[in-house]
Nanobody
Framework: QVQVVESGGGLVQAGGSLRLSCAASGRTFRDYAMGWFRQAPGKEREFVAAIRSSGNTYYADSVKGRFTISRTNAKNTVYLQMNSLKPEDTAIYYC????????????WGQGTQVTVSS
């Protein structure tokens, strides 16, 4: 069982920045694929960004050029640096892990709230 815990959410003004962190348990974190998703009120959960064990990264079009996903395997942690935030980025942000390195996203965190004021 992999435990996934997010942190770093909060309230920020439009144009500001936040960095989310996600810690995942397990001795083989370096092999995990890690992803960030978000869910705004009244909307379905959507993909934001992902990073594979190879370091390859993937982004939703809505965040390309503004968000950066990265990982530090020595700390079992993945980060989401969010710059130039917009009110439409307001959502609960969830971290997900796939310990087999694919995108089945079989482990999820509890979520962290990000609110961007205009």
């Amino acid at each position: 069982q992999v435990q996934v815990v997010e942190s770093g959410g909060g309230l920020v003004q439009a144009g500001g920045s936040l960095r989310l962190s996600c810690a995942a348990s397990g001795r083989t974190f370096r092999d995990y694929a890690m992803g960030w998703f978000r869910q705004a009120p009244g909307k379905e959960r959507e993909f934001v960004a992902a990073i594979r064990s190879s370091g390859n990264t993937y982004y939703a079009d809505s965040v390309k050029g503004r968000f950066t996903i990265s990982r530090t395997n020595a700390k079992n942690t993945v980060y989401l640096q969010m710059n130039s935030l917009k009110p439409e980025d307001t959502a609960i942000y969830y971290c997900a892990a796939d310990d087999m390195g694919s995108t089945a996203w079989n482990y999820w965190g509890q979520g962290t709230q990000v609110t961007v004021s205009s």
